[in-house]
C-alpha cells in the first residue's frame, strides 16, 4: 500500500523473481470482499548458495460498519491464521531462509487483540514476528494510515533449518515509510476528503514499510541486504 513510484522499485525486485509458480488462494465464499493470499518462493540474490526466500501478501478484510464488525474481525482472524498456517508450510516445504507475510491487514491492535498471537497458535507458527517490532518500534515508521493507525504490517518467519543444513539465519534490520509526499507525477492534483476539504493526492490513502532484513551471521557468502 502506498508505493511510491519515485522509489527504484525494480533495483529491489528484479533480482529476486519467483523461482516456482506463485499460488493464490482465495478466503472461503463466506468472506465479504473476495479476497485471498498470494505467495511465491524466490532466491535471495544470484549466488549459486543463495538460500530462498517466501514472499507474501494478503489484504485482510476491511471495516464496513459498526453493524457488521463482529463478523469482519472474527474473519480477519481466521484469514490471518490461514495465511500465517499456508506460508509457514509452504516455507519449510522450500527450506526457505525467511517467511515474510506483509500487507494491508486493517488491524487494529484495540479491538483485534495481538497478531502474533493469531499467528503463532498455527501449526509450525511458533516464530512469527513482527518486522516493526523486531528494529525497537520507531514511531517515525509505526502509522500506515492517518496520524496514528498501524493497518499495515510486515510479519516474518524464520523456519528452523533442517539437520546438517547451512541455512542462515535473518533479522530485520530497518523499517521506514514511502509514499509520504507527492511524486512529480501527480504534482498539483488534489482530491476532496470526505470532510469536504481538499487535499493533496498521494499514491495511495495508506504509506507503504520498506523493510530491510540482512542474515545475522557475517560471511554468508550471498547478498547481504533484502528490502
Not at 181 to 198: A, F, I, Y
Request: charged content about 20%; overall charge positive; hydrophobic content about 35%.
Amino acid at each position: 500500500a502506498g508505493a511510491d513510484p519515485q522509489l527504484p522499485i525494480s533495483r529491489h525486485i528484479s533480482p529476486y523473481l519467483p523461482t516456482s509458480p506463485a499460488p493464490t488462494s482465495a478466503w472461503p465464499a463466506r468472506r465479504m470482499m473476495s479476497r485471498g493470499l498470494l505467495m511465491a518462493v524466490t532466491k535471495w540474490g544470484s549466488a549459486p548458495n543463495a538460500p530462498h526466500v517466501l514472499l507474501a501478501t494478503t489484504h485482510l478484510e476491511s471495516w464496513i460498519g459498526p453493524e457488521a464488525n463482529g463478523e469482519v474481525l472474527a474473519n480477519r482472524r481466521s484469514q490471518l491464521a490461514e495465511a500465517g498456517e499456508k506460508v509457514a508450510r509452504r516455507a519449510a516445504e522450500a527450506q526457505c531462509c525467511l517467511a515474510v507475510l506483509a500487507g494491508d491487514m486493517n488491524w487494529n491492535d484495540a479491538d483485534g487483540g495481538d497478531p502474533l498471537e493469531v499467528l503463532r497458535a498455527t501449526a509450525g507458527g511458533g516464530g512469527w514476528r513482527d518486522a516493526w517490532q523486531a528494529v525497537g518500534s520507531p514511531q517515525e515508521s509505526r502509522a500506515t494510515m492517518g496520524w496514528n493507525f498501524r493497518l499495515d504490517r510486515c510479519f516474518y518467519l524464520c523456519p528452523p533449518p533442517r539437520t546438517g543444513s547451512s541455512v542462515p539465519q535473518v533479522q530485520p534490520t530497518a523499517v521506514s515509510l514511502v509514499g509520504k509526499s507527492q511524486p512529480p507525477s501527480l504534482h498539483g492534483r488534489t482530491v476532496e476528503t470526505r470532510g469536504g476539504k481538499r487535499q493533496k493526492l498521494l499514491p495511495s490513502d495508506h504509506r507503504g514499510l520498506l523493510v530491510s532484513f540482512a542474515p545475522r551471521r557475517a560471511g554468508a557468502g550471498w547478498a547481504a541486504e533484502l528490502d
